[in-house]
């Protein structure tokens, strides 16, 4: 099993944490990862991506170059950009709360999530990239969920045990919503 994981929004966004996340879990989860970064000059608000490999076996290059397993798009800005990167095959996960319309690429399949307004809805927009995580965990398979909550135990710890419970809900949610879908 291997994943090609490109993880994009703007900048606050979380798409550097979801990456970091999904690299503690595979490290939980006793898989290879590997990670990389890409981001805008801006401090803030600039496009960001963060490139995560997750493995059974070595890996032997660590690049990921429109060839992408797993793609996130959590921003209208940086959306046309994550389609491209995700490979035929491949899934691109779409914030559709903030990305209204989306492009026509057959050999991608898209999952539209209105994960922005999920986490308004729980009282703190700033876990949506939580919330889309969870929906990776549920459709990939790719980390199991109590890896993904381990990682998230050991980044926010005791000293955020306040922001710990709300990431927590939000990555049940996430992983609801995919579940709930599955149903349909």
Known sequence: MKYKCAFSGSGGQGAALMAKLTCLAGIKDKKQVVMTQTYGIEQRGGDSTGYVIVSDEPIGNPIVEADADVAVAMSESIYQSALETAKEGGTLFVNSSLIKKQLVRPEVKQVPLPVSEM??????????????????????????????????????????????????????????????????
């Open 119 to 184: 986490a308004q809805e729980m009282g703190n927009v700033r876990v949506a990239n939580i919330i889309m995580l969870g929906a990776i965990v549920a459709k990939t398979g790719m980390l199991s969920a109590d890896a993904v909550s381990a990682a998230l135990t050991d980044l926010l710890g005791k000293k955020k045990a306040a922001l710990l419970e709300v990431n927590l809900q939000a990555l049940n949610l996430g992983i609801k919503a995919v579940e709930k879908e599955a149903c349909k």
